[in-house]
């Protein structure tokens, strides 16, 4: 609540929560209750603990405990702003102080949550070893599965009821008799692990609740036919945008030329309805992965092993997994790559997501790094001068970037000034592999511009760039509006029997603009 002015200013129209409900972790996937916010987020921990005691999966047992209240009190300051709040729903498995499952472990077959879950065996009372086997995520036991129907096509009625009361919760909430703000929309953990008939059914009520809502799976995979049949709004656009941007911006792979990285980017998009495309949560990086400065910085570990796969967050991703692992403050080199992919972001056709701290110059390797204390400029941070591997290493400033932010700043104003980056008509209209350059056109009802960028490391390219009719009548008088790095006037733009030709300096992108 006290950062949502930086929020405004920042430009961004909507805040996506990783879990809030009350958990044990610091990552809070492991959750305690789909109903509470965690008490820790809230003014009287020990209070709100006292008056949870006792709930049980019936919604007519549930209290709304000081740090609820307190979340609540955000979303009404957040829409005031301006700005939507979507939560983290983490429905496939559960934490093992779960109400359900801490009732389950303690009564095992007498407890009324016994079918919650997969269990393999329960105790036997008259042995001395504990018997009691159930499902873990992934085999990790700190994360119970919940149970399915018989035939697998279902969530199971009892925590599937659960989860459709703590979503009305938290969309219509009745606090004292008095509605209050709710959220506006969700994010689902390994949405692919449940069954469809459960999202489908899930969506309805989303939807019915409020038709403007907004449901993003994290799938990692092709997600078209998923989402089309599932009712949800989008997948976190790993398939269809950050791999892609992988093999070409980041790894700069010889087997991911500009023309296979422009048709990767516009063959998985086609394959959404065009109502989906417009609004795919489109991200380069996030909480399950490096930080995209010091993924470009170790591009060099990315391993092609000849399948045509873009390894995405496939190990090499932290000092885990090699000794060669750069954990240093990223050079000017990275950050001009960086500034690229932002501008492809804001530009493209989607619905872009920053990982909290980018825009503040935040780097960092795999969880945990990618989860360290957000810079704000009026804290003072240690210097970053440990190194997990006991490496010699120079001792990097922590600190607020305000350049970094002054330029997520501009890119989003960016998108926002010009209606064709956000709903506009989308074309590619260059590929060039030998330039190592892309280009497209966004044109909407009431501007079009051109985006155009040189990957290539050292070399100012010349393209020229062939619009249809239609679309040249838009540049009658072009000039360089937007580049991601130096300044407009180290790129240039002529006009010439319906050809735009561009010159534009190494490692940087541009937006050109008509009259």
């Known amino acids: 609540m006290d950062r949502l002015d930086y929020l405004r ?16 972790s610091l990552h809070k996937y492991d959750g305690n209750s789909y109903h509470h916010i965690d008490v820790n987020f809230g003014p009287d921990p020990k209070g709100d603990l006292q008056l949870m005691a006792g709930e049980s999966a019936d919604p007519a047992s549930w209290k709304w405990t000081a740090a609820d209240r307190l979340f609540l009190e955000l979303v009404r300051k957040a829409h005031a702003s301006g700005l939507k709040v979507i939560i983290d729903g983490v429905f496939n498995h559960t934490g093992r102080d779960f109400f359900a499952f801490k009732d389950l472990r303690e009564k095992q077959e ?38 399915t129907t018989p035939d697998g096509r279902d969530m199971h009625p009892g925590p599937k009821e659960y989860i459709f009361n703590a979503t009305r919760r938290w969309m219509k909430p009745v606090i004292d008799g008095n509605p209050a703000d709710g959220v506006d929309g969700w994010r689902l953990d390994v949405a692919e692990e449940k069954p469809e008939k459960f999202w489908s059914d899930w969506n309805a009520l989303v939807f019915s609740l409020n038709p403007d809502a907004y449901t993003v799976a994290e799938i990692w995979k092709d997600a078209a036919r998923y989402i089309e049949a599932n009712g949800f709004s989008a997948p976190m656009n790993y398939y269809a945008f950050a791999i892609p941007i992988r093999g070409w911006l980041i790894d700069n792979h010889p087997t991911v030329p500009p023309s296979r990285f422009m048709k990767l980017l516009d063959d998985r998009r086609m394959a959404f309805p065009r109502a989906n495309q417009y609004v795919m949560q489109n991200l380069l990086d996030s909480h399950d992965t490096e930080r995209l400065p010091t993924m470009i910085a170790n591009a060099n570990l990315s391993k092609y092993d000849g399948s045509g796969e873009i390894p995405f967050n496939v190990g090499n991703n932290s000092p885990r ?110 590929a060039w592999n030998a330039e190592n350059c892309i280009a497209f056109v966004r044109t909407g009802r009431a501007t079009s511009r051109i985006v155009a960028l040189n990957r290539h490391e050292t070399r100012t390219q010349t393209v020229v760039v062939v619009l249809t009719p239609e679309e040249f009548a838009h540049f009658g008088a072009p000039k360089i509006e937007f580049i991601t790095s130096g300044d407009v006037s180290e790129a240039t733009v002529a006009r010439n029997d319906g050809t735009l030709v561009l010159e534009i300096p190494p490692l940087a992108g541009v937006v050109i603009a008509g009259e």
């Open 9 to 24: 200013e920042l430009g961004i129209t909507a805040i996506y929560f990783n879990p809030l409900f009350q958990s044990r």
């Open 110 to 147: 007498r407890s009324s949550y016994r079918d919650w879950y997969r269990i393999k065996a329960f105790d036997d009372p008259n042995t001395k070893r504990n018997e009691f086997e159930y499902e873990g995520w992934w085999g990790h036991l700190t994360l119970p599965v919940l149970a």
């Open 321 to 430: 997994d090699s000794a060669h692992y750069d954990i240093q403050r990223p050079d000017e080199r990275v950050w001009r790559i960086v500034r690229m992919g932002v501008l492809l972001q804001m530009t493209y056709v989607g619905a872009p997501m920053i990982y909290y701290g980018a825009e503040a110059g935040m780097w960092g390797a795999q969880d945990p790094d990618n989860r360290q204390p957000m810079l704000w400029a009026d804290l003072r941070y240690d210097a970053g001068s440990e190194d997990p591997l006991g490496r010699a290493r120079r001792a990097d400033p922590v600190k607020f970037d305000p350049s970094a932010f002054a330029f997520y700043k501009r890119a989003i104003g960016l998108r926002r000034g010009a209606d064709c980056f956000r709903t506009g008509a989308y074309r590619t209209i260059g």
